[in-house]
């Protein structure tokens, strides 16, 4: 009975004491994301928003290989601090049993790193943003800060945890119903929601019950995501080591006059580009099937090829019966960015295949190269599937912002 109670008092002696170091003159924020920060450019746009108005950010999540990464702007800034989660191994399950029993040891090694970090190594914390998903242990960990710390918690909602774990458990499945009860029971008391769509703002309140304040924020791309004038293309793909692999002259796509003046190669390939985290909710299979289908159309009835055509000039076919006239086809040079769980799987499948009109390669660029890379492009890709239908990819704003057309599934606003 005594130990109870001396129990009950040390336990709000520390809450008491937490709270007391948790009052400072400054504006702290705090952002949790369970994920590779250089792969979060939404988050890194809140810290820097926020840094920005002149509030400390605190900024948990997974580091790169490469610390650099992480873009400039984020690495730099006096008011932004970088703390590192330690990166969780893949879960490999062959029964729902099993996977539950890995699932749980991760969860409790994450959990006790980051609330022990964010109850004492991060002395206050004002406001808590986190990502979700991943909802395990996100939102239980930002639930006890809130109540321990009296932080003001928001919940960046970007998609929902149960419909990712549904892709492969199953969404009738005993898990996946227990993650969405979760999901629902801990993301519902928060002091504001953020989230992507007004068809996830819906959900929310139609399916999870929530009435707390919930603002649409819609995903807009950075400033430094902006067109390319051709001089500054031609100074891209002169640079772009893909590219340079692929010919023997520097650059396929422009050239340089005597003049010094840029111009487009007459009968250049089609630089296209798309970017993903290689997840399940993207079937790169589309494209492969997509490519496919053009490499054969275009391979039919070729025009002869005389000495002076370059290897990536356009292709010239007549329609199969050989009766209308010619007509061009751009050469298709397809590069894809990212990495993630599936990239070994695409690579693999991509190595069967042999085309004469198209060249696909993965790519991984730097932060301050990838905005180029967008740019540069005649053509963006996204296939994105989202597994609630209601997020919407960053991929696709980025694009728009540096002024490329784009492919992709429609996605409710």
């Not at 100074?235 to 006059?257: C, G, H, I, M």
Request: include cysteine.
């Amino acid at each position: 009975m005594w130990g109870l109670i001396f129990a009950s008092f040390g336990i709000a002696g520390i809450i008491l004491l937490i709270r007391y170091r948790n009052v400072s003159s400054s504006k702290y924020l705090a952002i949790l994301v369970f994920g590779d920060l250089s792969r979060s450019p939404r988050i890194l746009n809140h810290a820097f928003s926020a840094a920005n108005s002149d509030i400390n950010v605190e900024l948990l999540g997974y580091f790169p290989d490469k610390f650099a990464d992480i873009p400039e702007r984020i690495r730099s800034h006096e008011k932004i601090r970088l703390r590192r989660i330690p990166t969780p191994e893949k879960i490999v399950a062959t029964s729902n049993f099993q996977y539950l029993v890995l699932g749980i040891k991760r969860v409790v090694v994450q959990f006790g790193i980051t609330l022990y970090t964010l109850l004492f190594l991060i002395h206050t914390v004002n406001f808590l943003l986190v990502q979700n998903p991943p909802s395990i242990p996100t939102l239980v960990i930002a639930q006890i800060v809130r109540i321990i710390k009296g932080s003001k918690l928001i919940i960046d909602w970007h998609n929902f945890g149960f419909t990712i774990m549904g892709l492969s458990r199953g969404n009738e499945t005993i898990v996946v119903k227990c993650a969405e009860l979760y999901e629902k029971s801990f993301g519902k008391y928060s002091d504001a929601h953020l989230v992507v769509s007004n068809a996830m703002a819906d959900f929310l309140r139609q399916r999870f019950e929530i009435s707390g304040q919930i603002i649409v924020l819609h995903d807009r791309a950075p400033p430094h995501f902006q067109p390319l004038s051709i001089e500054e293309k031609h100074t891209f793909y002169s640079t772009f080591e893909p590219l340079q692999k692929l010919a023997t002259k520097q650059n396929v796509l422009t050239l340089r006059d005597d003049h010094g003046l840029v111009s487009y190669a007459v009968n250049r390939p089609a630089f296209i580009v798309s970017s993903t985290s290689w997840t399940p909710d993207e079937d790169f299979s589309i494209l492969l099937d997509a490519l496919e289908q053009y490499d054969t159309r275009t391979s039919k009835n070729i025009r002869p090829r005389t000495p002076d055509d370059d290897d990536w000039e356009r292709v010239r076919i007549s329609d199969e019966e050989g009766e209308s006239p010619e007509r061009n086809y751009a050469k298709l040079l397809v590069y894809i960015s990212g990495r993630g769980p599936l990239k070994e799987d695409f690579e693999r499948r991509l190595q069967k295949r042999k085309w004469n009109n198209v060249n696909i390669q993965t790519v991984w660029l730097s932060p301050e190269d990838y905005p180029k890379f967008l740019a540069a492009a005649d053509f963006g890709i996204s296939l994105h599937t989202s597994s609630s239908g209601l997020d919407l990819p960053m991929k696709i704003v980025d694009m728009f912002g540096c002024g490329v057309p784009v492919a992709t599934l429609e996605y409710p606003t």
